[in-house]
């Protein structure tokens, strides 16, 4: 799961805690389904994603990465610690009695090498020289 999802996840869940009770159960998924289609969530959403992508960093060096996590959960009040592991960030969501949930996301970029060369090298080789 992208931190992407993580952070949508977990807003949800933030957002729906005050929903989330005994009382008017049945119309939990039409309220959930008409926040979910508001516009300023999903421009929120987007933000927050395109943020993520213009700073890849490698695992133990995502500082940004990090930074803007932490910035998220402060601005929706989401209690979390902070350094785990370098630069990990648990947050808190809930009155931390039973029954717990736990979600997990990795924030780190992965290596992509680049095929380029191999490409132009096997272009120029097999349908220039043959």
């Keep these: 799961m992208s931190l ?9 869940l933030y957002l729906l805690s005050p929903i989330l009770s005994l009382n008017g159960s049945s119309d939990i998924p039409s309220r959930f389904l008409n926040y979910a289609k508001k516009e300023e969530l999903f421009d929120w959403m987007v933000g927050v ?30 209690k979390y610690k902070h350094p785990l592991s370098v630069t990990g960030v ?7 009695k039973p029954p717990f949930v736990a979600l997990r996301a ?11 060369n191999f490409i132009f090298f096997y272009f120029f080789y097999f349908f220039l020289l043959v």
């Design 90 to 96: 648990v947050g808190f969501i809930g009155s931390g």
């Design 4 to 12: 992407f999802n993580w952070v949508s996840l977990g807003f949800f």
């Design 49 to 78: 994603r395109r943020k993520i992508h213009e700073n890849p960093e490698l695992g133990f060096e995502e500082f940004e990465t990090s930074k803007l996590v932490r910035a998220e959960l402060d601005k929706i009040g989401v």
């Design 106 to 116: 990795d924030m780190d970029a992965l290596v992509m090498q680049v095929w380029f």
